[in-house]
């Protein structure tokens, strides 16, 4: 089945099963960018829904946000890396800004690396990061988790983040966020920061911040 939008682009429902897949989305995910139930999602990959236009560019936009593309005969792809580089302790800002804004709709998952929570305090605006804390706590369906040393424990955002320690001989103290589809490093002396957008990247950062979580047992106390 295809769905066929007003400017004459046709997405199959292959498409929507294998963009969903490309993105790691699952189906509620799909149906909260869309404004759309599950089930809806559900039957029109399982090809037993029958499409109106309105649904049709929901899907589209969705997708072409997140920089997929299709292409003729089922065909899809993400289109090219984007590479970012923000300057100095306003870089930071622009970086955490992002983050915020990418799970301030539909929540969605976080994870950081090689954090150090006091040196980034002394890099940022007491305000500021009470503002951000404060925005954070805020969003729904959020999941934040944190790999710090053992060493350095400070749980200042405590109320939204999950924290686990890492051994202080396998732990370097430089910032990696992992979220939506994107990896960005905090780099000091001087600050920068270096966002890339490329989905495989983003997986395999994705994936070993999972095997390494679940490695370590239990939540920092």
Not at 43 to 70: G, P, R, V, W
Not at 175 to 202: C, G, Q, S, T, W
Request: proline share 2%.
């Amino acid at each position: 089945m295809s769905i066929s939008r007003s400017d004459q682009v046709l997405i199959s429902s292959a498409q929507v099963r294998a963009a969903r897949g490309l993105l790691n989305w699952t189906q509620s995910e799909l149906a909260d960018r869309c404004n759309l139930t599950k089930a809806t999602i559900a039957n029109i990959e399982n090809e037993k829904h029958h499409l109106t236009s309105k649904t049709a560019d929901k899907i589209y936009q969705a997708f072409t946000e997140a920089n997929i593309e299709f292409l003729g005969n089922d065909g899809l792809r993400s289109k090219v890396e984007v590479i970012k580089v923000f300057e100095g302790k306003n870089g930071v800002h622009m970086l955490l800004d992002e983050v915020y804004e990418s799970v301030k709709e539909n929540g969605g998952c976080v994870k950081v690396s090689g954090i150090d929570e006091n040196l980034l305090q002394e890099t940022l605006d007491k305000d500021y990061i009470a503002m951000h804390i404060n925005r954070m706590q805020r969003v729904k369906n959020l999941t934040f988790q944190v790999l710090i040393s053992n060493r350095d424990f400070n749980p200042y955002a405590r109320k939204y983040v999950e924290y686990r320690a890492v051994p202080s001989e396998y732990f370097f103290p430089l910032p990696i966020y992992i979220y939506d589809r994107k990896v960005a490093a905090i780099i000091f002396n001087p600050i920068r920061v270096i966002l890339i957008e490329n989905f495989h990247l983003f997986l395999a950062h994705s994936n070993q911040f999972e095997m390494v979580w679940e490695m370590i047992s239990g939540e920092c106390k």
